[in-house]
């Protein structure tokens, strides 16, 4: 496939975004993550956390890869490397996918958008090189990728997202969950699709590199918008259930087993034509040998990820990938993969970290309910 970028490998010493400069003068506390220099905290993880629960706040999001693909044959091509419906994908609308190794392993979870002109795909900024190279590989020669390192990436995540960029960005309200357009601020173009990983309502919106930190100061001066870092984002998603690639997704794992059937198109399971479409197929009908699951801790320690998970004669059964104290649930709260037998909801497992126990409960996701905003609602 053909690209128009030339791309930088992710250096040892971690890069910089478009808005390091604005996180640093907000007292946000920053931290080497997926190769850039990000704001972990400014006031505090709990805080952070319940004011986005409550009201809205901005992550940025801006080492995330943001693609453009176009050409000729480009969603049959596409449709070789992930199980979306591509083809049945309209204008402005947006699907949750998987990019898949040969053998059914999920190699990234990636957000598609059809565009006029192309699908807008964000991919996740550990890995993005790593797709980039994987598309380019895989896709025809008449494909070409655009990889839109000149954009920032933003998060408005929260109940009250909406009333504050409706403000900047009229129009935005009548977007739907898993829905985009282009909107206008000050005479910026901005590409926003109402989605986000955090189970609030929400949008992300797409900027040109340079009117970053411009819109940053124009949103966070809203009442109901205050900026966010890394951690409280980590718990949000925890609550809401959502995997994190590279922890609770590798590939080594298939959507099967991360329960990500919703994932996996019913024209798309019965045509086949994905990697690992067999495979898949089989852990659908006989289900798969372990599975991602929910986990309620008791007591107040947090579990993390690494923790094994045994029964009730000390025998592994699982492993934790993402563990912590969910600040709007009161209690620790974790996920991990177990055998099957023990994945049903009321299964009653046991935790060993650093030499502790820790009893926990296998219970359904999320453990706090998405507040999307869905066609109808």
Known sequence: MSDDTIDQPIAEEPMTLPLDAW?????????????????????????????????????????????????????????????????????????????????????????????PGGIYMVVNGAVKFDDIGHLRDSLPDDITLNHMDEHALLALQGPKAVDALKRLAPGVETLVFMTGGRFDWAGTPLWVSRSGYTGEDGFEISIAADRAEAFADAIT??????????????????????????????????????????ALSKRRREEGGFPGHARIMLEREQGPAVKRVGLAVEGRQPVREGALVVDGEGSEIGRVTSGGFAPSVGAPIAMAYVAAAFAAPGSKVTLTQRGKLHQATVTAMPFVPHRYVRQGA
């Open 23 to 115: 996180h640093r003068a907000r007292g946000g506390r920053m931290v080497p993550f997926a190769g850039y220099h990000m704001p972990v905290q400014y006031e505090g993880i709990m805080a952070e956390h319940l004011w986005v629960r409550e009201s809205a706040g901005l992550f940025d999001v801006s080492h995330m890869g943001q693609l453009l693909l176009s050409g000729e044959g480009l969603d049959a091509a596409l449709e070789a490397l992930i199980p979306a419906d591509v083809k049945g994908l309209k204008v402005h609308q947006q699907r949750y996918s998987l990019l898949l190794a040969d053998n059914g392993g999920i190699l990234d979870d990636i957000m598609i958008t059809r565009w």
């Open 221 to 262: 001066a809203e009442p109901e918008v205050r900026p966010i870092g890394l951690g409280a984002r980590d718990s949000l998603r925890l609550e809401a259930g959502l995997p994190l690639y590279g922890h609770d997704l590798d590939p080594e794992t298939t959507p099967v087993m991360a329960d990500l059937g919703f």
